[in-house]
């Protein structure tokens, strides 16, 4: 459903009921300027219509649905990211430990036209305040790459490794204790800026868990350095972010 400000529902599209009891979350996003919604609906697992997902496109003044898709997946859930051109929408579509599929899109006259890119390991996080790149985490957590947009290119990749101190050391959270979880690249963090991004490393031992932002350069891939706290990325080189004491702070890059 769709609400006004007030909370007034402007309008409201019903799905099917499921087939069973399953997971499978939908999803929806607005265009850049606001006149379209993009839905995932997980109609696979809900065993729902034919038994394919969909992607609709909604005018977001009335509900009516301009465009739909079959998409080839079996989605639990999925993300979407709207595409700074104001055209395309990204989309990741999860199926659990079976992977996930990402594709982007465009309503074109009365028909959504997808390209899917050639991976089921790769899940979506941000897309660069310029367009012209998209960061993804691999399903496994193993490593952060920048790609290319629209032909999802690499760029540049950083495996988890490279910000792991020497074994036997405790710095950036390495550690010789074979309890708790490994070091791995968290499915967070994004942009800065066009140029800069925030790749976080996440772990824990038995006595702590760790979440360390760094901030590293895309076009050379040198790391420079390492944030406080988890970012809130607003895309132009400035960031907020929450201290112990529950107080925001707004940073930007020196």
Same mark, same amino acid.
């Given at each position: 459903?769709? !609400? ?8 409201? &599209? ?21 006149? =379209?919604?993009? @839905? ?13 997902? $969909? ?20 989605? #639990?859930?999925?993300? #979407? ?5 104001? @055209? =395309?929408? !990204? ?5 659990? #430990? ?10 074109? +006259?009365?028909? &959504?036209?997808? =390209? ?8 979506? &996080?941000?897309?660069?305040? /310029? ?8 399903? %496994? ?5 920048? =790609?290319?947009?629209?032909? %999802?290119?690499?760029?540049? $990749? ?9 074994? +036997? ?15 791995? @690249?968290?499915?967070?963090? +994004?942009?800065? /800026? ?8 996440? +772990? ?7 979440? &360390?932002?760094?901030?590293? /350069?895309?076009?050379?891939?040198? @790391?420079?350095? $390492?944030?406080?706290?988890?970012? *809130?990325? *607003? %895309? ?10 529950? *107080? ?5 890059? %020196?």
């Amino acid at each position: 459903m769709c !609400l006004d400000a007030d909370g007034t529902v402007r309008w409201r &599209i019903p799905f099917m009921p499921p087939a069973h009891s399953s997971i499978g979350l939908a999803n929806c996003a607005f265009s850049r300027d606001g006149a =379209h919604v993009w @839905i995932f609906r997980p109609d696979a697992m809900l065993g729902r219509g034919d038994g394919g997902d $969909r992607w609709l496109v909604v005018d977001a003044a009335d509900g009516r649905v301009l465009a739909e898709h079959a998409l080839p997946t079996v989605g #639990q859930g999925a993300h #979407q990211l709207a595409h700074p051109d104001g @055209i =395309h929408m !990204l989309l990741d579509v999860g199926e659990g #430990q079976d992977g996930v599929f990402l594709f982007h899109g465009r309503l074109d +006259g009365n028909a &959504i036209s997808v =390209h899917a890119y050639p991976w089921d390991d790769r899940c979506l &996080i941000d897309v660069s305040p /310029d367009g012209r790149e998209f960061m993804t985490v691999g399903h %496994g957590e193993d490593d952060a790459v920048f =790609h290319a947009f629209p032909d %999802g290119t690499e760029l540049c $990749r950083f495996a988890v490794d490279r910000f792991l101190a020497p074994a +036997g050391t405790s710095e950036d959270g390495n550690t010789d204790d074979d309890e708790g979880e490994e070091p791995h @690249i968290a499915w967070s963090g +994004g942009y800065l /800026d066009a140029a800069t991004a925030v790749i976080t490393v996440a +772990g824990e031992t038995e006595d702590d868990e760790r979440n &360390i932002p760094y901030v590293v /350069d895309v076009s050379s891939g040198a @790391i420079r350095g $390492r944030l406080a706290a988890e970012p *809130r990325l *607003r %895309g132009d080189g400035t960031w907020t972010a929450v201290d112990e004491h529950g *107080r925001l702070t707004l940073w930007e890059l %020196g």
